[in-house]
């Protein structure tokens, strides 16, 4: 899995035994941006409070989703001075450095593939002084370290889940395009382009045997999920609203 990890390394409780990560969130680290990659294996969290909206590759011709953090490049309305305003992270914010790597493994004579956690030692995170310890002295991890392990199967699974259930819902028809225009002023307005969404109508309009697979699939509730998290774009316009006024 290439992450644009530009110096990952395996893991391990030897050589990493006292390093020390950064794990707050912070725009000199990259993640001041107005949107990230999500995972359908996060959705019912994401709905809670950013939008989801569906993109398409050009280079892969494949969809993915997006969760909306601000309105304008390079604005996180979730990010300020004293770190990250709302509850849950995204996934692909909250690894930090880390990311999920494959290692053959001997199995009754058979080459498996193992899950292994790899760490990337050039970003800026990590070997803080002040940072999260990610093993105990004897060796085991630390909660610190547990809770990304969780993270990394949030991304892992949903990695291997979305590519199909986008390509259901785009095979259904239920994937329209979007441009979501917003005004905040009389100066200042914002527009999303080249996005998706479900078609509320068409999905509800399903007949039974569509209906049948989507469930059986798993799939019909986070489609659900993604209609729903469009309301928090009224979050985003009062947030932006507060910090247009203050600025």
């Known amino acids: 899995m290439d992450d644009g990890m530009s110096n990952a390394v395996l893991l391990n409780n030897v050589e990493h035994k006292d390093l020390k990560v950064d794990a707050s969130l912070k725009a000199e680290y990259g993640d001041n ?4 990659l999500a995972f359908s294996t996060e959705f019912g969290d994401l709905q809670k409070e950013y939008p989801i909206l569906f993109y398409k590759d050009p280079n892969a011709d494949a969809f993915q989703a997006h969760a909306i953090l601000g309105l304008e490049k390079d604005e996180n309305l979730f990010l300020d001075e004293n770190g990250w305003q709302g509850n849950y992270v995204p996934a692909v914010l909250s690894r930090g450095p880390f990311m999920i790597g494959f290692q053959e493994r001997d199995v009754d004579g058979k080459a ?11 970003n800026p995170r990590v070997g803080a002084d002040s940072g999260q310890p990610l093993f105990l002295a004897y060796g085991g991890d630390t909660p610190y370290l547990e809770k990304i392990m969780q993270t990394l199967q949030v991304i892992h699974q949903g ?10 819902l785009d095979a259904m028809g239920l994937l329209e395009p979007v441009n979501i225009e917003i005004s905040l002023s009389n100066i200042a307005n914002v527009n999303l382009r080249d996005y998706f969404t479900i078609n509320k109508d068409k999905l509800t309009q399903l007949g039974g045997e569509e209906l049948e697979k989507l469930n059986k699939m798993g799939l019909l509730g986070l489609a659900y999920f993604a209609l729903a998290s469009l309301g928090n774009f ?10 247009m006024a203050i600025a």
């Open 33 to 36: 941006v107005n949107r990230v």
């Open 112 to 122: 498996v593939k193992e899950a292994v956690i790899h760490i990337d030692m050039d």
């Open 234 to 243: 009224n979050k985003l316009i009062k947030l932006k609203t507060n910090k």
């Open 159 to 168: 990695a291997a889940l979305d590519e199909n259930f986008y390509a259901t």
